[in-house]
């Protein structure tokens, strides 16, 4: 709280007017970072972020699932092939 840095690695991505830092106080928890295109491939999104982002598709429903998607079972974004390398 202080922006003093912990030193972990982040686990999550987040957009940037995700709920999960901003306290009912108004108090930001950190700065957002953009994500490199290593961690966009590698750390899973976050549910929140993704079920508001595409509604009801995000969990299996509606139109076929493409490259960048979130996967409907752990949300990373998927490969050019469609098929999450996370799942198989």
Same mark, same amino acid.
């Given at each position: ?15 940037a ?12 928890? $950190?700065? *957002? ?12 999104? @976050?549910k929140? %972020? !993704? ?16 490259? $960048?998607? *979130?996967?409907?079972t ?9 098929? @999450?390398?996370? %799942? !198989?």
């Open positions: 709280m202080d922006g003093t840095e912990v030193g972990s690695p982040p686990r999550m991505r987040h957009y007017d995700c709920g999960h830092f901003i306290f009912e106080d108004g108090t930001f928890l $950190g700065t *957002p970072v953009v994500a490199s295109s290593e961690q966009m491939r590698d750390l899973p999104a @976050c929140t %972020c !993704v079920q508001r982002e595409f509604g009801s598709e995000s969990i299996g429903g509606g139109r076929a699932l493409r490259y $960048g998607d *979130p996967c409907p752990c949300f990373q974004a998927l490969p050019l092939t469609g098929v @999450c390398d996370n %799942c !198989v």
